[in-house]
Structures are given as structure tokens and as C-alpha cells.
């Protein structure tokens, strides 16, 4: 080990944190049987760490030196507390006992544990629900806040719900495991949606100063790799499609100084190509099996965006056409809300408003930012000032992502010295 100075250290430490934190629990929680055991092992591994590396320097093998630790922490943490309860004892040895040491913990076994984590988390004996918040919690460490906005649910709620995943986990014994073969396919579905949650709270950030969260989206791309190697089935290969397409158009989806921009904003030149062309090959590979679903369909849109060579070129009316499809295949209003504004484009703006309004009217989507800012959009190119005003600011009430939020304001700024309609 080398000494380095100790802002250097806190700088290392706080850099491992950040990559490396979801990899440890997830290892801790196979090696300690228990969520909350883990997460306490993985704090109390990375406290160690801030005090003994600026002393001891840091380990070789940083990621092994913080799951021992943290390992050899909850042991320790145990057999405190057997002095109050002797029932404790035998779960202390039995864990000193049956823990592999630090160096049988290598690269391959630790990302064996994120996907053995992951289908933990969306056992079939959980909720659907509970599924859901429980690996976006703790495969990749969105609060709980940001999940309830996801799921448009109060955060005590998905918080009770997370708890009681991690109760059933435990008292269920539910093994720490990916399943069987046999298994494996019905459970692909959750896993999928849980993936294409995480990748749109990276692509899109419900809240905060970004656009974007990088770490997110990056880390739902790395998971969705690991499930085409892990099962190649063709809706798996869809959403790393779909995630790969839209996830090309990253670096140009802010300005330099960060504030959003529209497609038809965007400096395509700053798009990914190796990404487009990747994720362009493994949707024309699921189309052509003829077993493609709600993914891929999502990911042929993308790619029509993407491979457009400016926004004017874009193929207004194949992309309604697939949203057309899509809406069938598994209809929701969001697919509605999409599908109507491919219609704007092709049809004009009455047509795609007419058809949000009916969606509106129906009470869905009534506290989703984006149907209101759609509306407000139409009815600006309509020349109704007052009605796009009054969505705007719909909009804006429910938005908490700064950008967005300086978006809408420029917006209505821009429609203040407008007569009304």
C-alpha cells in the first residue's frame, strides 16, 4: 500500500463511493443473507475506509478490502448485540463461519451479485410494485423520493412498500439467486421494466439541477448488457436498443451552460454514432424474428430520430404509424400523449390537440408535466395564448427538474407581451 496525501484519499474514497458502492452491497447482501445487515456493513466499510486509508493508503484491491470489512463490521455488530440477545449467537458464527474470504471475491463474482440482486428483487412472491422500488432502491440507490415521482405515489408509501419487500425477503427466505432457466423468461418482464425505469430517471432526471443523470443511464445500459448475455431474448435486445438510441443524443440534449434543448434544438453532430448504429442493427435483428414487443416498437422510433440527418427530414408519419402500433400492442395514455404529438407533425397541431385534450379529459395524465406542456406547445402554434399560458404553468407547477422548469418559464416569458386568444 502507498500513502497518498489525504485529500487525495477522501477524493479516491468519495470516486469508489460512487462507482463501486451498489456492486459492494450487492455482494454484502449475498454474503450476509439481509438487506438491512448489508446496508449498515456498507456504511460502516466505507467510515473505515476514511479513517485508515489516510493512514494505512489505500488497498490493492479496494472493492474486496470494503466487503471484508464491512463483512467482518456486521459480525462484530452482531455479537454486540447477542449480549442482549443470545439468539443472535448462533447467527454470528454461522456467519463467521460460512463467508468466504475476501480474495475468493473477484471481478466475475461481484457482477454475478448485481444480477443475482436484481432478480432477487423482483421475485414473483413480491408485488409487482414492490418489485420495482425495491431494485431501483437498492441495485441503483435512487431515493425514495425519486421513485415515488416515478410511480407518482407519496414517497412514505413506496417507502412502507420497500420495507415490507426486504420483511418478505427475509421471513420468505426467498434465495439469493438468478433462476432457473425455466424460470427465467417470465421473470424477464419486471427485470426489463425496472431497467427501462432506471434509464429514464438517468435520461430524463425527475428533479435536480441536470438533464440528465449519466450514472444512471450508464448503469441501466451496463445492466441491460448483462441480461442479453445472461438471456438473449428478443425483447431484452430491444430495450438495450432503445436505451442505446436515445442515450446517443446525451451530450447534445443541454447547452453548455445546461439549460434543455428540444430535438429540433440538438447539434446532431454531437450524437453517438458507434451508439446509433449498434442500437439501429439490434432492432432491425428483433424485427426480423417477428417477436418484437413494446420495447422494440419504442426503439424503431428512436432509430427513425436518430438516423434523420436534421430534424426536418424526420419521417413524421412513420413515426405516428409506429405509435399507432404501439398503442395497440400495449396501450397507455403516455403512448397516447406520444402518439398525438406524432400526429401534430403530421396532421397539424388541431389534430394532435384535440386528441391530448381527450386524454385530459378523461382524467389521465392529469399530474404529469409533460401531457401539460404538449398541450401548451399546440396551443402556442395555434396562436391560443391564454390556453397555452394556462398549461404552461400547469406544467411548471409540476415540474422539479430546474432545466425543464427554466424551460417553461422562457416559454411563458415569451408569451407575456402575446395578446390573449
Request: glycine share 4%; net charge negative; charged share 30%.
Amino acid at each position: 500500500m502507498s500513502t497518498p496525501p489525504p485529500d487525495t484519499t477522501a477524493s479516491t474514497i468519495d470516486s469508489l463511493y460512487r462507482a463501486e458502492s451498489r456492486r459492494v452491497l450487492a455482494t454484502l447482501i449475498r454474503l450476509l443473507g439481509d438487506f438491512d445487515l448489508a446496508e449498515e456493513a456498507l456504511h460502516d466499510a466505507f467510515a473505515t475506509a476514511v479513517e485508515r486509508w489516510p493512514i494505512d493508503g489505500v488497498p490493492r484491491s479496494p472493492r474486496a478490502w470494503l466487503i471484508s470489512t464491512g463483512r467482518f463490521k456486521s459480525i462484530d455488530r452482531i455479537r454486540r448485540r447477542a449480549k442482549f440477545d443470545a439468539s443472535l449467537v448462533a447467527v454470528a458464527d454461522r456467519l463467521a463461519g460460512t463467508v468466504a474470504p475476501a480474495p475468493d471475491v473477484d471481478d466475475e463474482s461481484v457482477e454475478d451479485d448485481r444480477l443475482r440482486l436484481i432478480f432477487t428483487c423482483c421475485h414473483p412472491a413480491l408485488a409487482p410494485d414492490a418489485q420495482i422500488a425495491l431494485t431501483l432502491r437498492e441495485v441503483c440507490e435512487l431515493t425514495t423520493e425519486e421513485i415515488a415521482r416515478a410511480f407518482l405515489t407519496p414517497a412514505p408509501t413506496l417507502a412502507q412498500r420497500i420495507v415490507r419487500a426486504k420483511a418478505k425477503i427475509r421471513d420468505a427466505r426467498i434465495p439469493y439467486q438468478v433462476p432457473d432457466r425455466s424460470e427465467l423468461a417470465e421473470r424477464l418482464d419486471t427485470v426489463l421494466h425496472v431497467i427501462y425505469l432506471v434509464f429514464n430517471e438517468g435520461y430524463s432526471a425527475s428533479s435536480g439541477q441536470s438533464v440528465t443523470r449519466h450514472d444512471l443511464s450508464a448503469e441501466a445500459i451496463r445492466l441491460g448488457r448483462l441480461l442479453v448475455e445472461l438471456l438473449p431474448e428478443p425483447e431484452a435486445l430491444g430495450l438495450l436498443a432503445l436505451m442505446l438510441l436515445h442515450d446517443a443524443r446525451r451530450a447534445s440534449r443541454a447547452s453548455d451552460d445546461g439549460e434543455l434543448l428540444l430535438l429540433d434544438e440538438q447539434d446532431r453532430s454531437l450524437w453517438n454514432r458507434e451508439q446509433i448504429v449498434e442500437g439501429a442493427r439490434l432492432v432491425e435483428r428483433v424485427l426480423s424474428s417477428r417477436r418484437f414487443g413494446p420495447y422494440t416498437l419504442q426503439a424503431a422510433i428512436a432509430a427513425v430520430h436518430a438516423e434523420s440527418p436534421d430534424a426536418a427530414s424526420t419521417d413524421w408519419r412513420q413515426i405516428a404509424g409506429l405509435y399507432e402500433v404501439l398503442r395497440r400492442l400495449e396501450p397507455s395514455p403516455v403512448v397516447e400523449l406520444n402518439h398525438a404529438a406524432a400526429v401534430a407533425m403530421v396532421d397539424g397541431p388541431a389534430a394532435g390537440l384535440e386528441r391530448i385534450d381527450t386524454i385530459l379529459a378523461r382524467g389521465d395524465l392529469d399530474d404529469y408535466p409533460l401531457a401539460h406542456s404538449a398541450r401548451a406547445d399546440l396551443c402556442r402554434r395555434l396562436g391560443r395564448t391564454a390556453d397555452a399560458v394556462a398549461s404552461y404553468e400547469r406544467a411548471l407547477s409540476l415540474t422539479r427538474q430546474e432545466p425543464a422548469r427554466r424551460f417553461l418559464e422562457r416559454r411563458l416569458a415569451e408569451l407575456g407581451d402575446r395578446p390573449s386568444a
